[in-house]
């Protein structure tokens, strides 16, 4: 089996991180490598959807999902984003047990991420480390799509049980920071999908409070 390993969700300050690993035998790739498959953010939502299920269909996956009081626990207690990723691309790597794995390495040492997720397997696999991967690789294009896919339903929820748009999460969209503003003036604390580590979110809470301050003098 050959696999690729990538996440979707690392920046947002609303929702999960989603890592996603994807598997095939080695006869099934050239199908794979024929979806003319890109990095899922060079792609559109509908298009996307549409590789998706294809991808679903073509391969075996596994999806694992990190809450943001997860990462806020960890990070709290002196974790860094990366370690978390190392673990969970081993987790999606244990999974599948695949033969070689493409995995796209968020460490600015790329060899460094691949020996750390390496270590963490109990059997024996070729890691293939890059920046880039999911441009570089098709089988780390469609890790990255479902992945992304994936935790884009998520978001999409959450805006559902909330019953306000909460816009795609990411600290530079202006419908999450509208969100998270009027969350907060109202409720006086943020939501449990926000990830509270996020220094967006100690800036939209500072923001609030001056306002509150400016309006009271």
Known sequence: MIAGVDEAGRGPVIGPMVVCGVAVSPGKLKKLEGM???DSKLLTPKRREELALRIRKACSYEL???SPEEIDSRLAAGGTLNEIEVECFAKAIEALRPEVVYIDACDVNAERFGINVRRLLGFEAEVVS???ADKEYPIVSAASILAK???DALVKKISTEVG???GSGYPNDPMTIRFLKGYYSKNG???PFVRKSWK???TVIG???QSRLTGFL
């Open 36 to 38: 003319g498959l890109k």
């Open 64 to 66: 694992i999902v990190v």
């Open 130 to 132: 890059r920046h880039n």
């Open 164 to 166: 306000e748009d909460v």
């Open 207 to 209: 923001d609030c409070l």
């Open 189 to 191: 604390e943020m939501p």
């Open 149 to 151: 896919v994936h935790r």
């Open 200 to 202: 967006t979110t100690s």
